[in-house]
């Protein structure tokens, strides 16, 4: 049984590029969330996507994009990026419909930007 | 609003010694879920326990275990007869409304098992 993967594992950018960083949740799982983890804190929500919608958002701006696909398999996008995007970017997944399910990370993207 | 405070930044203890990971949490919902969750050097967070706010009991999972107070709204974890390979970076999280949608977590506690 996969967990949930994430690709690339390691991305290097410069300031002003823009990235997109890929998830596929752990079989049988139809949500997905993304965290932003800066080197020493704790992961931060960035949002979650649920039937191909975003389904809820925490405080990051709209630089921050997503999107998820029938297959339930996700990506995040960054635009003009800044060097405080450095980062290791979280997927963890979910399955909606079960209450008793919690959300299963994957090994994280770790994005440095130049 | 929710917050998670881990008041200990990093711990070193000897193998075999227990150690205790602080977690003391902020909400203003009746129901919520509290998780600990391991990172090691790999990076990928593994999920250790998920609490439910309405069940104080405590927990034991092998040399694991966990210690749910509502009354100071606490929910820390003990590792007994530690190893090296506990060595992490361990994070306490809550999320509101019985729901993982959003889970907010801690700073972490830097756990170092020394051999």
């Known amino acids: 049984d996969a967990g949930v993967t994430q690709s690339p594992t390691h991305l290097i950018k410069t300031r002003g590029q823009q990235v997109t960083l890929r998830c596929s949740p752990k079989?049988?799982?139809?949500?997905v969330s993304w965290y932003q983890q800066a080197l020493g804190q704790g992961p931060q929500f960035i949002f979650q996507?649920?039937?191909?919608?975003?389904?809820q958002r925490g405080n990051f701006p709209d630089r921050f994009s997503g999107h998820q696909f029938p297959n339930y398999s996700s990506e995040l996008n960054v635009n003009a990026l800044l060097l405080g995007d450095s980062a290791l970017y979280l997927c963890?997944?979910?399955?909606?419909?079960?209450?008793?399910?919690?959300?299963?990370f994957g090994p994280g993207t770790r994005l440095t930007v130049l | 609003a929710q917050k998670v405070t881990q008041a200990q930044t990093e711990i070193s203890v000897v193998e075999k010694e227990d150690v205790t990971l602080d977690c003391v949490y902020e909400?203003?919902?009746?129901?919520?879920?509290l998780f600990w969750y391991k990172q090691p050097p790999s990076g990928e967070l593994v999920f250790l326990i998920r609490?439910?706010?309405?069940?104080?009991q405590n927990e034991i999972s092998g040399r694991y275990s966990w210690n749910f107070q509502k009354s100071t709204s606490s929910f820390n974890f003990t590792i007994t007869a530690s190893q090296v390979v506990d060595s992490a970076v361990y994070f306490c999280?809550?999320?509101?409304?019985?729901?993982?949608?959003?889970?907010?977590f801690g700073k972490g506690t830097r756990l170092h098992i020394l051999p």
């Open positions: 909400t203003r919902d009746t129901t919520y879920y």
């Open positions: 079989s049988g799982h139809d949500t």
């Open positions: 999280a809550l999320s509101e409304e019985n729901r993982d949608d959003k889970i907010i």
């Open positions: 963890a997944s979910s399955f909606v419909g079960h209450s008793t399910d919690t959300q299963y």
């Open positions: 609490r439910n706010s309405f069940d104080e």
């Open positions: 996507y649920y039937e191909e919608e975003e389904r």
